[in-house]
């Protein structure tokens, strides 16, 4: 089984940085597709950004410009360099392995809050 574990989240101001990062115990990290979600309390899960095997990449339009989504496949990582943050960033961000068409693995999920 692959598991999924988050790091990274925090407090940070303002127009602050966090890298998030979500590391697969599994050795075929590198032929699934890799999202990260995020979940504000009161609303529901949301698609922030993927990566698939090839490096194609989607971003959600609020954070274009804003954050990175990444992958080291030899390090079976995927990262969430998050930049100008705002206060509406605030959620716990979630990553996701889409295992096969059917199933896909989620990480615990890392709080990130945005405020002064």
């Known amino acids: 089984q692959v598991q999924l574990v988050e790091s990274g989240g925090g407090l940070v101001q303002p127009g602050g940085s966090l890298r998030l990062s979500c590391t697969a115990s599994?050795?075929?990290?590198?032929?699934?597709?890799m999202s990260w979600y995020h979940q504000a309390p009161g609303k529901e899960r949301e698609l922030v950004a993927s990566?698939?095997?090839?490096?194609?990449?989607n971003y959600a339009d609020s954070v274009k410009g804003r954050f990175t989504i990444s992958r080291d496949n030899a390090k079976n990582t995927v990262y969430l360099q998050m930049n100008s943050l705002k206060p509406e960033d605030t959620a716990v961000y979630y990553c996701?392995?889409?295992?096969?068409?059917?199933?896909?693995?989620w990480g615990q999920g890392t709080q990130v809050t945005v405020s002064s």
């Open positions: 996701k392995a889409a295992l096969t068409f059917r199933k896909s693995l």
């Open positions: 990566i698939t095997p090839g490096g194609s990449i």
């Open positions: 599994g050795s075929i990290f590198s032929i699934y597709i």
